[in-house]
């Protein structure tokens, strides 16, 4: 059996890009190295439909909806859509490199895929949330490393993919955000293409109290299996 082992920071130059991004490259594979124009989800895209009233929060950035749904991760008053947009060339190295060998998981030129998650209270009542709002880990079965999957840092990239970086728009204010019954909010993420690739999304909500801290006692850890097209 392989055993986990921890990725190393890339220095960029003297800077180190620091924070583990949830979304990211898988290891190394030929597959991962088909241009881009080779395969792209979002040329027959399929809008999410089901995304509660088509409502967006007030505090949140606006609601996009690109890609091919691959799967829905159902918990307790919410659900979340995940849709695979489409790939794209990676303008630039990722945040972290392979400790045995110190080249970058995701290399200027590799194919990255953007996958859109778009979450919908299902409930009856509002949901309060904190700054974290609900996050999504995806992780290749074939993933070896213990952190999340590595990803490119691209702001341009995003827009051109129609996915938000940030599900909070500049303007929304501080924690707690209303989840309304029925309202949904979206954000997206890259990670290495692999074709074919078996891929789980851990999807973690916790609400916040009164005073914006998260209600750990109300934490949900959804789990839902899918594959990469």
């Known amino acids: ?6 990725i190393a920071p890339l220095f960029i130059g003297s800077a180190l890009v620091a924070g583990l991004v949830a979304c990211s490259a898988s290891t190394p594979s030929t597959t991962a190295d088909k241009p881009a124009a080779s395969h792209s ?11 509660g009233n088509g409502k967006t929060p007030s505090w949140a950035s606006p609601l996009t909806t690109p890609g091919t749904l691959l799967t ?16 794209a060339s990676a303008s630039t190295h990722g945040q972290f490199a392979d400790p045995d060998t110190n080249k ?39 993933w070896p490393y213990l952190q999340g999957m590595d990803s490119v840092v691209d702001s341009a ?18 924690a707690p955000y209303a989840w309304n019954a029925g309202e949904s909010f979206s954000y997206g993420q890259n990670f290495k293409y692999e074709a074919g690739g ?23 850890v959804v789990s839902v299996d899918s594959t990469i097209k």
């Open 41 to 51: 989800a979002s040329a027959t895209p399929t809008k999410a439909a089901a995304a």
């Open 157 to 174: 990239q995003e827009k051109q993919e129609e996915v938000n970086d940030s599900a909070i728009a500049p303007s929304g204010g501080d």
């Open 72 to 87: 829905t991760a159902t918990g307790k008053g919410f659900k979340v859509d995940i849709y695979e947009v489409g790939t």
């Open 1 to 6: 059996m392989k055993l986990s082992r921890s």
């Open 104 to 142: 970058p998981i995701i290399a200027a030129g590799d194919t990255v895929v953007y996958v859109n998650y778009v979450f919908t209270n299902t409930g009856t009542a509002s949901i309060p949330l904190s700054y974290s709002l609900g996050t999504v880990e995806p992780r290749y079965a074939d």
């Open 198 to 220: 078996k891929i789980t999304f851990e999807v973690t909500l916790i609400p916040a109290l009164a005073s914006g801290d998260l209600d750990e006692d109300n934490k949900q």
